[in-house]
């Protein structure tokens, strides 16, 4: 069974950084998409920022800027570099792979495994 994991959530004030860290247990990990996802008390699950196996990043336009995702193959991790952050970004962050090539990284649907989601905080 599939483990994915994620690390880093935690409180911040308004403007502060924070970077979040996932990891998967799948066999080659350098073929899998990977994605961001939170979700907010209240609200829908929502997309952040994706990358793909050739390193091609993608973003939602409220977080460009400010956010940056990296992967590193050969510590099999991928990261969330959370900049300038705002009371708005509090939420529940969900770390996802999805085993294909290309695709929808935008959608929920496109990814195979999920990991429990870290808890992001942003007072004002």
């Known amino acids: 069974q599939v483990q994915v994991d994620e690390s880093g959530g935690g409180s911040v004030q308004a403007g502060g950084s924070l970077r979040l860290s996932c990891t998967g247990s799948?066999?080659?990990?350098?073929?899998?998409?990977m994605g961001w996802f939170r979700q907010a008390p209240g609200k829908e699950r929502e997309f952040v920022a994706a990358?793909?196996?050739?390193?091609?990043?993608y973003y939602q336009d409220s977080v460009k800027g400010r956010f940056t995702v990296s992967r590193d193959n050969d510590k099999r991790m991928m990261y969330l570099q959370m900049n300038s952050l705002k009371t708005e970004d509090t939420a529940v962050y969900f770390c996802?792979?999805?085993?294909?090539?290309?695709?929808?990284?935008?959608?929920?649907?496109?990814?195979?495994?999920w990991g429990q989601g870290t808890h992001v905080t942003v007072s004002s």
């Open positions: 799948v066999r080659v990990f350098d073929r899998y998409g």
């Open positions: 996802a792979l999805a085993s294909i090539y290309s695709g929808d990284f935008y959608r929920a649907s496109t990814y195979d495994y």
């Open positions: 990358i793909d196996w050739r390193h091609t990043t």
